[in-house]
């Protein structure tokens, strides 16, 4: 069958990267391909994750590059070079511009921890979204999958999944609930879905 060509971008940890990893091999990714693992930062435990699963990965530093056009001209340069037809940020914490954004309207998506519109934008990333979801003390948090437009956290919903917050909760236990009973669960969901309106639009060419 055919698949779709996806690229993940990541920074840290990269347990969203392995939930997709782990989708892939049982089989609840069919149309989504991860073919390649791109990190703004070298030596990240999810850069270790793609090479226990034998894919392909590239390190590429914003400190490299004069200015953002030319660190986004690099990154647009490898995936064009590994025809990725989707790209999928999983806690890849740097914006792209909106110059970047609009060379693939429609096939870039990121998980967010919280349920957009509440706790995201710039500034919100990581465990901060957690600890301003505490400071105000909502009693529902969650994650959305949205597609990446020039706004930061701003482009259309594709999928949320609500957790419900513990009153003895800390920023890192919420951080946790919500990566395993929300992130894990809706990226490589949402991943599959938007791959598929991919190749369905590709058929209809
Ligand atoms: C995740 O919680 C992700 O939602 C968040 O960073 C974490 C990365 O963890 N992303 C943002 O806050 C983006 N604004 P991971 O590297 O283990 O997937």
Redesign the pocket.
């Known amino acids: 069958m055919l698949k779709i060509k996806t690229a993940v971008l990541?920074?840290?940890?990269?347990?969203?990267?392995q939930a997709l990893i782990d989708a892939e091999k049982n089989d609840l990714l069919e149309t989504a391909e991860i073919s390649l693992v791109i990190s703004n930062k070298e030596g990240v435990l999810?850069l270790e994750r793609a090479d226990k699963a034998g894919i392909k990965r590239e390190v590429i530093s914003k400190k490299e590059f004069p200015n953002q056009m030319d660190f986004e001209e690099k990154l647009n340069q490898i995936l064009v070079e590994n025809q990725i037809e989707l790209i999928v940020l999983?806690?890849f914490?740097s914006i792209l511009s909106g110059q970047f954004t609009d060379r693939y309207v429609g096939r870039i998506i990121?998980?967010?921890?919280s349920l957009i519109p509440s706790f995201c934008g710039k500034g919100?990333?990581?465990l901060k979204?957690h600890e301003e979801a505490l400071k105000y003390g909502v009693k529902i948090t969650g994650?959305t999958v949205h597609y990446v437009n020039e706004t930061p956290?701003g482009g259309q919903i594709i999928m949320q999944k609500a957790v419900e917050i513990l009153e003895d909760d800390s920023p890192k236990t919420l951080?946790q609930r919500?990566?395993k009973e929300a992130?894990h669960i809706i990226l490589p969901q949402a991943t599959e879905q938007v791959a598929r309106r991919i190749l369905k639009e590709r058929e209809e060419k």
């Open positions: 990541v920074s840290g940890g990269g347990t969203n990267l999810a999983a806690g914490m990121n998980i967010h921890p919100f990333y990581g979204v994650a956290d951080q919500v990566m992130e």
